[in-house]
């Protein structure tokens, strides 16, 4: 299975360090120049990001790294399909592989791979779901997956995330809201990736909402906020198709 890693051009010293960890996981990889969203233009933005879109699903309007990111994975995306990859490992240059479990995990992907079926395999485990009994296997995502730096994907999910976030309306490690949109989202246990030590280069600092000095009412309009806002947008899928 070929692995694509996404990598800023502004960063040849985090491109050495992950060629490195690959390298010592037996992984060859395709490098992908990442999109750098605080030097886009404002009609670079215009033309790629749907920031009202993106309101609607997360409350608020991307940050610029959140747009660069998005916006990488979908170079990745295109040049996967370019190649005409029936599925690959898309990497961010802040991955750090566990060699052994990264490679059972890859036969256990690979023993059910249908590059027809719309799938992305995640393999790392940030929201801490509970490992299955027995400790290894393939089970559908939680709703708070997130972040990136590795997972499996087909050829039919790359198109179908093109086509959902072309321009972009969510951010890309948004799981379950791709989810509700046509596209089956796995956790692969145990889980083989985690981050390098070391803030996000591409996606930049985490967004934090800020402190509120009456947080109980503001998390309770901020959840509302939320739940009308994706309702809204599913209308929209509905009527749209995206």
């Known amino acids: 299975m070929r692995a694509y890693l996404i990598n800023l051009d502004r960063s040849p010293d985090r491109l050495a360090s992950a060629a490195a960890r690959l390298c010592a996981a037996g ?28 309101f609607l699903v997360h409350g608020r309007f991307p940050t610029p790294g959140e747009c660069g990111c998005s916006l990488s994975h979908n170079a990745l995306f295109r040049r996967m ?13 802040d991955v750090d592989p566990d060699p052994e479990a990264l490679r059972a995990a890859l036969a256990q992907i690979e023993a059910r791979l249908d590059p027809a079926a719309p799938d992305i395999f995640l393999l790392s485990n940030h929201d801490c779901q509970p490992s299955p009994p027995g400790g290894a296997g393939i089970f ?64 930049g600092g985490l967004w934090r909402p800020k402190r509120r ?13 939320i739940r009308l ?14």
């Not at 670079?44 to 009202?52: A, D, I, K, N």
């Open 140 to 203: 559908p995502a939680s709703p708070e997956a997130l972040f990136s730096e590795a997972y499996v994907l087909t050829a039919a999910a790359a198109r179908r995330l093109l086509f959902l976030n072309s321009p972009m309306r969510a951010a890309i490690d948004a799981w379950a809201h791709w989810a509700g949109r046509g596209v089956n989202v796995w956790r692969v246990f145990p889980a083989s990736c985690r981050q390098a030590e070391g803030e996000s280069v591409i996606h």
């Open 27 to 54: 992984l060859p990889y395709v490098r992908v120049a990442g999109v750098d969203g605080r030097a886009m233009s404002r009609e670079e933005r215009r033309r790629s990001v749907r920031p009202w879109r993106f």
């Open 213 to 225: 000095s009456a947080w109980g009412w503001y998390r309770a309009l901020w959840r509302l906020r």
């Open 229 to 242: 806002g994706r309702a809204f947008d599913a209308l929209l899928y509905r009527l749209l198709g995206r």
């Open 81 to 93: 399909l370019e190649d005409g990859a029936p599925a690959a490992i898309a990497f961010e240059d």
